[in-house]
């Protein structure tokens, strides 16, 4: 009998079933995942429209709070990002997540603008249309500085 030798420690990959594999516990994944095997996985998500831009747009009465908070801006080189979002508010209704980087509001670009900025723009706005997308690398290399 030949001994298997390798990286996934004497394991075939090819030789694994789905239903071998653990859910959340990513220890008991093969160190590489090849693409016929990812498809069945369900630790694996194939699905990259939730890093798609999209629009959100919300109507703020006088007065009302966003129903969601922001981080960063140009002093962090990394953009603005939702960091909190108030459950059951309009925002939360609408989409917004943390980790959403806000790539722009009402036609302004949120890339490179100042966090006292993109707050007063944000405050004094009745209509919010905001473009923005889930980007949760860059929102945890955000979350490490310690620029709000």
Known sequence: MQEKLGIFGGVDPYELAPSSWINDDLESLPSIMYPDMRVHHPNYNNELTQFLPR???LKKPPGAQLGFNIRGGKAS???????KVVPDSDAHRAGLQEGDQVLSVNEVDFQDIEHSRAVEILKTAREIMMRVRFFPYNYQRQKERTVH
């Not at 080189?77 to 960091?83: A, E, N, V």
């Open 77 to 83: 080189q990394l953009g603005i990002f939702i960091s």
């Open 55 to 57: 629009t959100v747009v």
